[in-house]
């Protein structure tokens, strides 16, 4: 069954906060979506709102976005096994780990195929934390505490090999007692040096909302691997990063 905009929209007007696994905006965003779709405004009147999208149903049956989401087999901090017939991701073929994060962009692309939820799974004994479709994991029935996947010391990752100046790099990091956070840095039209709080909403109940910075650098200064590290640690106080194979930001958020 298809799910057309306006109808997220009314039911996100109505206070409802999720329908058929979609995560719902808020009533002002709902609003404000209402008003540029249809070019007219009835405020926070659900009523005027539904009678005038009953009037206007043909005009606005183009804007259908997605049947039912389908769940996700496993949760956050699930316990799996490796089980890969992907020849690139077969090589950890027995390996436990855990379900740190969950990403539902691949199976917003083709909804009636489950298997294409995406989870960050930390190996424990490789040190890794690896992106695998559902189709290459198993449960094996248990959980782990969420303490277990939080920072004892400060970690940085990069999702690209850093030349010696860059325009925009991506990365995640995470600091002691905390779990992984998103970092993006960019080359923008800014005097100084400068950070910004960032947060990354994912579109489905079952996915949960990523924090980070975003940290600007001005256009003629050097980005490199050495001004990257020293930013963060200019703005988050660390004086050094371990810098290791973490889970892909892109993923993340």
């Known amino acids: 069954m298809q799910l057309f905009w306006h109808q997220m929209f009314l039911l996100a007007l109505k206070g409802r906060e999720a329908a058929r696994g979609w995560r719902l905006p808020t009533k002002e965003k709902a609003h404000a979506g209402l008003c540029r779709m249809t070019g007219v405004d009835f405020g926070f009147d659900v009523a005027a709102w539904k009678n005038y999208l009953k009037d206007n149903r043909p005009r606005l049956s183009g804007n259908a976005i997605c049947v039912d989401v389908p769940a996700p087999k496993f949760a ?35 909804p009636r195929d489950a298997d294409r939820w995406t989870y960050i799974v930390h190996l424990p004994t490789q040190g890794k934390w690896i992106s695998f479709s559902q189709s290459d994991l198993a449960s094996e029935g248990t959980f782990e505490p969420e303490s277990a996947l939080l920072g004892d010391r400060p970690e940085i990752s990069f999702d690209i090999i850093l030349e010696e100046d860059n325009d925009r790099a991506e990365g995640s990091y995470r600091l002691p007692g905390e779990f992984w956070n998103v970092a993006i840095f960019e080359k923008a039209d800014a005097p100084e040096l400068r950070c910004k709080p960032a947060v990354w909403r994912k579109p489905t109940v079952w996915e949960s909302e990523i924090p980070g910075v975003v940290i600007q650098f001005p256009q ?7 001004d990257i590290l020293r930013a963060m640690s200019h703005f988050f106080h660390v004086g050094e990063w371990a810098e290791i194979s973490g889970p892909d930001s892109i993923v993340l958020r």
């Open 220 to 226: 003629a200064a050097k980005m490199g691997r050495d």
């Open 76 to 110: 956050r901090f699930e316990r799996v096994l490796v089980i890969s017939e992907n020849p690139r991701r077969s090589q950890w073929n027995g390996k436990r780990g855990t379900i740190a994060w969950l990403d539902s962009y691949y199976v917003l692309q083709q």
